[in-house]
């Protein structure tokens, strides 16, 4: 199957351009100074064929800080949430044959992937709208401490004076200030609440989303490694996270949408919409048809990199048998938003480019599942002649012409749809005379439409319109 190296670029079916090179590291992760000059005398020791990120992570640092890295993720605190992510966006980062460093499999880090999900989850948590009736939340992330370092929490209650001092004090007190920490978070909770209606702490959701957008982009990092795929298209947890963020794209950070539309490209290959329905746990209530009006959604963005990732992870998933009862009652819709991209008005000339290769990349797929499609793709107004246009500019790149010319063809296939192809003989021929590379393809397509026995009309026609 095809693999998301071949297109990175938000969905370029037929690989109408080069990979662009991955997202940087996430917020926060400049900010240490020591991090900085080792980067610097790595950058100007570094040979001049190694070219990008230079600041190295010796290969057995994930092996030996598993454990740590983990419980970092875990404890809520924001330095070590901070330390975490910067580490493990250094592991996941990996250019294309790169050769400094190997892949990090989470295999070796177990426990990883759910605590990454974790800190996205916390996020998603507070950030979601509630309802007037507010349902109790359990906290995961810093559910026995009294400050985790987010935002004023810190301000906020010491102004009562009751802070202990670590290190100080018998354990008894100790455990009877932990034993107060619920009752400290209730009786402030009017004014401290995340989603509170008198909640000042923007500082501190704002770290939190960061944090969240972070754990993205190290999970995107992830799923382009091979070693990763399987562990995460099996991991219910994980697809409903993110399909869950690309349902609420109009209310949620562009950049955390983006990375977990970008983490189901790299999966869709190897996932099974089934998943859904299966009796592996279920964190969040996400069904097969639930998760494709999540993409539809996508398609029908206006953003270039969100209809066109969208546009190649629907050809990913249709590849898949077992896809198809999800995928096939929304064919209608995914064909007037795929023709309809074919001719996308742009002042750019690579945005329509794009968007042409998705979708051709797309179509190209579906026409190969079944007959309804090639019916309902051949009756899709506008669908052939932008086709042809496409074939005709022609695209910069020759696949995505390949593979129009190979969607008429499948069209001509199916005799209901001879009568509607008829109409554009004349442009097939053009096409045969005036362009060798497709001539073989539109020579078949001609036979069909005329030479077939069923065909009266177009056998008292012929070829030249005689």
Known sequence: MQKREQSKSGGVGGGASAPPAKRGRPFGSGGNSAAALAAAAAETAAPSTLLGPSLHVHSSFADQNNKRIVLALQSGLKSELTWALNTLTLLSFKEKDDMR???????KIPGLLDALLSVIDDWRDIALPKEHVKAPRVRNL??????TGFGNEYEALGSNGILPLPGLGS?????SVLSNVTKLRS???WWLDEDGLFNLDEEGRAERQQCAVAASNIIRNFSFM???EVIMAQHR???ETVFQCIEDYLTEDEELVTNALETIVNLAPLLDLGIFSSSKPSYIKITGKRAVQAIMGMLGSVVKTWHCAAAELLGRLIINPDNEPF??????QIHKRLVDLMSLPSVDTQTAHGAQAAAVGALYNLAEVNMDCRLKLASERWAIDRLLKVIKAPHPVPEVCRKAAMIL???VSEPQNRALLLAYENAFAEILFTDARYSDTFARILYELTSRPNNKVAAARGVWGM
């Open 327 to 332: 995928l096939l009652p929304f064919v209608p």
């Open 171 to 175: 354990s008894s007190q100790e455990a």
């Open 187 to 189: 009786s402030s909770e």
């Open 101 to 107: 460093k190997d892949t990090t499999p989470l295999a």
């Open 142 to 147: 810093g559910a026995n401490l009294l400050v």
């Open 409 to 411: 063809e499948s069209l």
């Open 226 to 228: 091979p070693d990763n």
């Open 237 to 239: 947890h994980c697809l």
